[in-house]
């Protein structure tokens, strides 16, 4: 299977060639039809299988199909993930699959100054990357609302538990839009993951 047959938009396929990729992995070619159909998705898979590409080039198409300029652009998809590392990983990943679409993400943790992080978001972005310290903190001091986020993923959710991370999750949860879509990536599968992704997604795919 090739990128071509997945009906791609020509600016994402476009900086997929740019990238050297030419065929999904197994994780993209099951998770990208059924997140540009609108779907709820539990995503089993481990970092290294191509996982980040298959949940950000579905939402840049989704984003793309309706686009806000400057400061009018609102945060349309959240991603959560455990690390640091990881969310600056995601981003790159963003830019790098969205360079022809006009989107603009950006990243937020903790551990450094939020000033260059809140003057970021102020400046407009459709996608936002963070860990659920950091995000919490930003949004009690009114710098980030979650009102307008219409896909949201929760990335290595086994991970977040592990680093007890479930109170920041719940939290973000009973902010996040009722109506919306969900992606929850685990690389393992342990009894309260699936009671944790049983109550958050609505008929997901698996
Ligand atoms: P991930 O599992 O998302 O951390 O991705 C692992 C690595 O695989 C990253 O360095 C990606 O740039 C690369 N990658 C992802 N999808 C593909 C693909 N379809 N073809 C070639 N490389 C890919």
């Known amino acids: 299977m090739q990128f071509e047959s997945l009906n791609l938009i020509e600016p994402i396929l476009q900086a997929l060639k740019e990238e ?3 065929t999904p992995t197994p994780i993209q070619a099951q998770a990208i039809p059924i997140v540009l159909q609108g779907t709820d998705l539990l995503g089993c898979a481990q970092t290294g299988t191509g996982k ?5 080039i579905p939402i840049l198409q989704l984003l793309s199909a309706e686009k806000l300029y400057g400061n009018k652009k609102k945060i349309r ?7 640091r590392e990881l969310a600056i990983q995601i981003a790159e990943s963003f830019n790098a699959y969205g360079r022809h679409t006009g989107l603009k993400n950006t990243v937020v943790f903790g551990g450094v100054g939020q000033s260059p992080q809140v003057a970021a978001i102020r400046n407009g972005v459709d996608v936002l990357i963070a860990t659920p310290g950091r995000l919490l903190d930003l949004m009690h001091q009114g710098h980030i609302s979650l009102r307008d986020v219409e896909i949201f993923v929760l990335d290595e959710a086994d991970r977040m538990l592990d680093m007890g991370f479930i109170n920041d999750v719940k939290k973000l949860l009973s902010v996040l839009p009722k109506k919306k879509q969900t992606l929850f990536f685990s690389a393992t599968m342990p009894p309260e993951i699936v009671k944790l992704s049983s109550s958050i997604l609505h ?4």
């Open 20 to 22: 050297g990729y030419t």
């Open 203 to 206: 008929n997901p795919e698996k």
């Open 77 to 83: 998809s959240l991603v959560v993930t455990p690390t």
């Open 52 to 56: 980040t590409a298959a949940f950000a």
